[in-house]
């Protein structure tokens, strides 16, 4: 299925996004991002191991509090870069009494959404 790179994510699961903000890594990953960057450079950044890295911004991005874009090189070796992806997450009660999740996101610049297409072309190749 493809996705539309420009229509706003589906809200992540409840479960998902408090996985993610319950886990010390991921909380270290967000407070070093502070532009976009390589996995490589923010598990230089934070010091977590380069494999745990990898884990972490996948769960961070399923969450939707991670944006992935690419970091095109013209040696042909993109790579992705990762940008924090949300001002505000919001967890309250439901008109059914159940919790559930709001992420006010970033605003995305033109190169961003550039980025996100090119992203969402290269998992369809």
């Not at 319950?22 to 070093?32: G, Q």
């Not at 991002?33 to 390589?38: F, G, I, N, R, S």
């Not at 399923?62 to 970091?71: R, W």
Request: include cysteine; charged fraction near 35%.
């Amino acid at each position: 299925m493809v996705r539309d790179p420009f229509a706003d994510d589906d809200t992540p699961e409840l479960e998902t996004v408090l996985d993610a903000l319950d886990d010390e890594d991921c909380r270290a990953i967000v407070s070093v991002l502070d532009e976009p960057m390589t996995a490589s450079k923010i598990s230089e950044e934070s010091g977590i191991p380069l494999s745990t890295t990898y884990r972490k911004l996948e769960l961070l991005t399923e969450s939707s509090l991670l944006y992935e874009g690419v970091e095109v090189r013209s040696d042909g070796q993109h790579a992705s870069r990762y940008a924090i992806d949300f001002e505000e997450v919001v967890i309250a009660l439901d008109e059914d009494r159940e919790f559930a999740v709001e992420i006010s996101h970033r605003a995305r610049s033109p190169d961003q959404r550039l980025e996100n297409l090119w992203s969402e072309v290269r998992k369809e190749t």
